[in-house]
């Protein structure tokens, strides 16, 4: 560890998301995890304590937005009040997992860009600075009114793959929609492999619909790495699997880095043979019973615990950050 880095000068505090992977970041840092104290009064109100004094100190909390989204949004919120209104120097959001950077556009009447919403949120609250993981989209970055980090996990599914043996003759990356496609070409040119892209068109939050997967592209490859950024109910993912399995693919490994896998999304992954692997990150805490035999869930901690240290040395985490060329 750097001897610049002072662990007296710093406190770490974890919402109820992901405790995990607070402790596994505090560890590589060599900092303690302090304990926070959460409670509900009789009419359902939310209550919380720091467990340590934090006047004076960097502060640095760490939740992701999983369900139940509210209550750890709420969680964080005021835990970022707490530090704010308790003296800290500087309080920093470490949120793994935004589930809101989904809501980024008003694409019908009426609604809310709740991406932006959150980000002034998180603002008011107390974050002077916010680091995050993969954003579902490049402009969520943007409505964000403090210094926000969106780290990658990239390199690790890289190293992960690459050690495993590839064949650019077998071995193709699938975008499952436009929106990753420039996200899958950086994969895949580091990978040394072949790029495809499908057109996706989502019906509703649970359905979508594959329609421009171009034969072609994917004709003579046996094994098909689908590299996207999340994976909640897999119906994007399923629908794929099945396009591509009837175009001659025999082998899908699915990539996410925020792998969810809500309602029916472990059946459904289950009914298709094919895919063989499954590879995503600790971003999410996972059930035991969502975890199953074909994944691989590759652990964060170091990667938060690096831009942290950088952060706090005043020093570049270009190469962390998810939209960093290679």
């Known amino acids: 560890m750097d001897k610049q880095f002072d662990p007296d000068d710093v406190r770490f505090f974890s919402g109820r998301s992901n405790p995990q992977l607070a402790e596994d970041i505090a560890r590589t840092l060599n900092v303690p995890l302090s304990s926070t104290h959460f409670s509900r009064f009789s009419n359902d109100n939310l209550f919380v304590q720091l467990g340590d004094s934090v006047r004076g100190r960097k502060v640095y909390i760490v939740q992701s937005l999983t369900p139940p989204v509210s209550d750890h949004l709420l969680e964080l919120l005021m835990m970022l009040d707490i530090a704010k209104s308790a003296a800290a120097r500087e309080v920093h959001a470490i949120i793994p997992y935004f589930s809101y950077a989904r809501s980024d556009k008003k694409d019908a009447p009426r609604i809310s860009i709740t991406a932006r919403l959150v980000a002034d949120l998180l603002q008011t609250a107390g974050a002077t600075h916010v680091m995050t993981m993969t954003l579902h989209s490049p402009q969520v970055h943007g409505f964000f009114g403090v210094p926000t980090d969106p780290l990658t996990a990239r390199m690790e599914f890289e190293a992960y ?101 809500l309602g029916p999304a472990i059946e459904r992954l289950k009914a298709i043979p094919q895919i063989t692997e499954i590879i995503t990150t600790n971003t999410v805490a996972l059930p035991p019973e969502k975890v199953l035999p074909t994944m691989t869930i590759l652990p964060v901690g170091h ?24």
Not at 231 to 259: D, F, K, P
Not at 308 to 318: A, E, F, K, T, W
Request: charged content about 25%; proline content about 1%; overall charge neutral.
């Open 161 to 261: 793959l690459k050690a495993k043996g590839l064949d650019a003759k077998r071995d193709l990356v699938v975008a499952p929609d436009m929106g990753q496609a420039k996200s899958a070409v950086r994969f895949a040119r580091s990978l040394g492999l072949s790029i495809a892209s499908a057109d996706k068109e989502r019906v509703s939050d649970t359905e979508v619909r594959i329609g421009g997967m171009i034969g072609r592209q994917i004709r003579g490859f046996a094994h098909a790495i689908v590299y996207d950024d999340e994976i909640a109910t897999a119906g994007s993912v399923t629908e794929l699997s099945e396009v591509l399995v009837e175009n001659g693919i025999q082998r899908i490994t699915m990539v996410c880095t925020h792998g969810l896998f």
């Open 303 to 326: 990667l938060f615990a690096d831009a942290i240290r950088l952060n706090y040395l005043r020093r570049s985490i270009g190469e962390l950050f998810t939209f960093a060329e290679e």
